[in-house]
């Protein structure tokens, strides 16, 4: 077996970033480490790659080893390499992250590394540079969010305007004017009105919309504006 001469290894891992929203607040899966150093402590999903694996490969079986999720499409989006990020072993960490439907997958969980979700205003300190990759992992995702309806996937397929309203302030963690959100929003011809209205949250109710897909590509250039100053959140 040839070798590259005067090389020295180096560890290559995943760590996986979960997003969910619960209908309420955007909240981050994670679960206690459960391997030394700072065993017990609050970590992502991560493991290292298997030298059959490819890292798509690794994520989703390392997302599944230690929490029992499944079938999750998850985003390559960076490579962290500080050479001192690891205290054992010199490791580049690649990351992946996604924003799920918490109430789709909470059936999966299993309790072996004791995944909780955690509101993104009350996560625990995390191991590593954990913190830095949810701080950049939530920036692409609300670059994202900003560019595409990428959050409408989370919602019914009937749904309310407070409640889309709901999920953009959680993954902004800020307060939208409610007029002009919703100005904003039917402005982009992305919504069709039901005749159903949503009678639980207010006795006037709220008309339930579905998301027209159809307009989307026709309507891309309205729908930038639907975030305010989306340049100082990402």
């Known amino acids: 077996m040839h070798q590259y001469p005067g090389q020295n290894k180096i560890l290559v891992a995943v760590d996986c970033i979960i997003f969910g929203f619960d209908g309420q607040n955007v909240k981050l899966l994670l679960v206690q480490r459960a391997i030394e150093p700072r065993i017990g402590k609050w970590s992502l999903m991560g493991g290292f790659i298997n ?30 390499g500080n050479p001192d990020r690891d205290p054992v072993d010199r490791t580049i960490s690649i990351a992946y992250f996604a ?14 590394n004791h995944p909780e979700w955690f509101l993104l205003t009350e996560m625990p300190e995390l191991i590593f540079d954990h913190d830095e990759m949810v701080k950049l992992a939530l920036k692409q995702l ?9 959050l409408f996937q989370l919602l019914p397929g009937k749904f309310t ?12 963690q800020t307060k939208f004017d409610d007029r002009n959100f919703s100005r904003k929003l039917l402005s982009t011809g992305l919504l069709i009105k039901q005749n159903e209205k949503d009678k639980q949250s207010s006795k006037k109710g709220a008309f339930y919309y579905q998301l027209d897909q159809s307009s989307y590509e026709k309507n891309i250039e309205k729908f930038l504006n639907l975030v305010p100053n989306p340049d100082k959140f990402i």
């Open 51 to 80: 030298p059959t694996e490819n890292p798509e490969d690794a994520a989703n079986r390392v997302l599944y080893e230690r929490t029992g999720l499944k079938n999750v499409y998850m985003e390559q989006f960076r490579v962290f």
């Open 99 to 112: 924003l799920i439907d918490i109430h789709q997958y909470e059936k999966q969980l299993v309790d072996v």
């Open 142 to 150: 609300r670059y994202k969010a900003a560019l595409h309806p990428i």
């Open 161 to 172: 305007i407070p409640q889309l309203q709901t999920l953009y302030e959680g993954v902004y």
